[in-house]
């Protein structure tokens, strides 16, 4: 069942049976290329942490991203389709593309805020969203971004906060698919649908029981 779907179940079944439906668009075939080149002096990350409109709306809140984009990468169908992916068949991850300016935020002090807005200890899934589909990534596109990555991770497992290691992978970027156009800015256009699944999905609560004070930008 895909997201959608048990979003709305989940609803009706939370609403007593009153039927309160959200329309939403018939899904559509996602951008055969990948996502156009930054600005130049700005860079690209790439982070895969459960549900993308989560990921795109903890990041837009971020000073110096400049923008997100909600897809797919890690795996082996080409330019797959949302309900593809949802099957947990095609290898990918949702992930977000992240697009920021090197100058206000650094690559380590993203992958520090990523740290903080996902369960790093569930490698098999994100919270409700169960599924390699929604498994939390790193995705490095090089040497240097390897290296902040694996430090960080490393330091964090040192730390001894947790009594679990760390299952956050770090894996090297592939091919971006952008989602379809419905995806993008979910937790804009759809405030009230995103309120509720963030909620009941219970991410937040999770974040705020790893992390405390430390987990910001919700």
């Not at 091919?175 to 995103?194: I, K, R």
Request: hydrophobic share 35%; with cysteine.
């Amino acid at each position: 069942m895909n997201r959608i779907a048990a979003l709305l179940i989940a609803f009706l079944a939370l609403a007593g049976g009153t039927v309160l439906l959200f329309a939403q668009p018939a899904p559509k075939a996602p951008a055969t290329s990948a996502a156009p080149l930054p600005q130049e002096g700005l860079a690209v990350a790439t982070f895969a942490g459960g549900c993308f409109w989560c990921m795109e709306s903890d990041f837009d809140k971020l000073k110096g991203v400049k923008e997100t984009i909600s897809g797919f990468m890690g795996g082996h169908t080409k330019n797959p389709t949302y309900e593809q992916v949802s099957m947990g068949n095609t290898g990918h991850a949702e992930s977000v593309q992240v697009t920021y300016d090197p100058k206000v935020v650094s690559y380590k002090e993203l992958v520090d805020y990523y740290f903080r807005h996902v369960d790093v200890l569930d490698g098999g899934g994100h919270y409700c969203d169960r599924g390699s589909q929604y498994r939390p990534v790193i995705f490095v596109a090089s040497p240097e971004e390897r290296k902040i990555a694996e430090e960080s991770k490393a330091a964090l497992d040192k730390s001894g906060r947790f009594s679990e290691p760390i299952a956050v992978e770090i894996a090297d970027a592939g091919p971006f698919t952008p989602a379809e156009d419905y995806h993008q800015n979910y937790y804009q256009t759809h405030s009230l649908q995103y309120g509720f699944y963030r909620h009941a999905c219970g991410r937040d609560a999770r974040v705020k029981q790893l992390w405390g004070d430390e987990a910001t930008g919700h």
